[in-house]
């Protein structure tokens, strides 16, 4: 029981060190691609593996940046308890095998996905690194959650020359964009005494929030040219209302410029916003195409 007890906790410590909960952010518009792609749901081994290389991917790719960011994170004070969960060489096994884990999770999935996944690889990690050279580390974040709805299109039918899910991930870089700018603002004053870039700490905080509004609506026009492109019916539509009004309210919050709300604006609007996509997508296929 006492080991049961341990193992449980260590596992809690991991989940929290490499933020699992914000799952939330990138896997439902790889399943809305998921199943926009097969129509419906896909064979439950290609949906497996699909949930199985997201969860590795995203491991991967969060056990680095901690490890990237291991130094500096002790030394502000909204990250100094990270490097407290688990040890260092922990961090590099669970990075290790999550990336070994993820090539073989394609490598079950199609020719294609395995021959991306180097690629896809680099990209998601390559964002941990970019925060000491370019005030745009935000686009990188970006770019790396946008792979996720172009992974499960490919996962599904075995081919990317299609504009659908190009769409879908154009509207997810410009949303995970605007969104860690309004992050980022609450590390202004520490990335400036650190060196490190970031835009809300090279251009400030007003430039920072007035290009999220633009990149927030760029990812509205982005979700109707997916809902266009998918022939999706009226509830997808009435799904993508909900996410104007909410990606407004985020912008409202990230207006008052505390922590508090900050986080407010990061975390549960922007669940909000990649569960109505997913909801609307399924109940319109659900509609259309009822199972008996």
């Not at 180097?118 to 990209?123: D, I, R, S, V």
């Not at 979700?223 to 022939?231: E, N, Q, V």
Request: charge should be positive; aromatic fraction near 14%; hydrophobic fraction near 55%.
């Amino acid at each position: 029981m006492q080991n049961l007890k341990r193992a449980t906790a260590y596992i809690s410590r991991v989940a929290e060190f490499i933020k699992f909960s914000h799952t939330i952010f990138a896997l439902p518009f790889a399943l809305v691609s998921m199943v926009v792609a097969a129509g419906g749901l896909p064979q439950m081994r290609v949906f497996g593996w699909i949930l199985f290389c997201m969860v590795a991917a995203r491991t991967a790719a969060m056990s680095f940046n901690r490890l990237m960011d291991w130094e500096s994170d002790k030394e502000n004070p909204r990250t100094m308890r990270r490097h407290t969960l688990i040890r260092k060489s922990h961090a590099w096994v669970l990075f290790l095998l999550s990336a070994v884990g993820t090539v073989f999770g394609t490598w079950k999935l199609n020719w294609l996905c395995f021959a991306l996944s180097p690629l896809m690889l680099a990209l998601i990690l390559f964002y941990s690194v970019t925060k000491r050279f370019t005030a745009f580390p935000h686009f990188f974040l970006g770019l790396a959650l946008s792979i996720a709805p172009m992974g499960a299109w490919a996962a599904v039918t075995g081919t990317l020359l299609t504009p659908t899910p190009y769409f879908l991930a154009a509207a997810v870089l410009c949303w995970s964009f605007g969104f860690d700018l309004i992050y980022a603002t609450m590390d202004v004053e520490f990335d400036r005494k650190k060196g490190l870039f970031s835009f809300p700490a090279r251009y400030g905080v007003p430039a920072a929030l007035r290009l999220a509004r633009g990149l927030h609506v760029g990812a509205a026009a982005g979700f109707a040219l997916f809902g266009w492109s998918a022939h999706l019916g009226a509830l997808y539509w009435m799904a993508l209302a909900v996410v104007v009004g909410v990606l407004f309210l985020e912008q409202k919050i990230a207006q008052r410029a505390d922590m508090s709300s900050v986080n407010q604006a990061f975390f549960n609007a922007n669940a909000v916003v990649s569960g109505a996509v997913l909801l609307g997508v399924c109940l319109d296929l659900w509609m259309r195409h009822p199972v008996s």
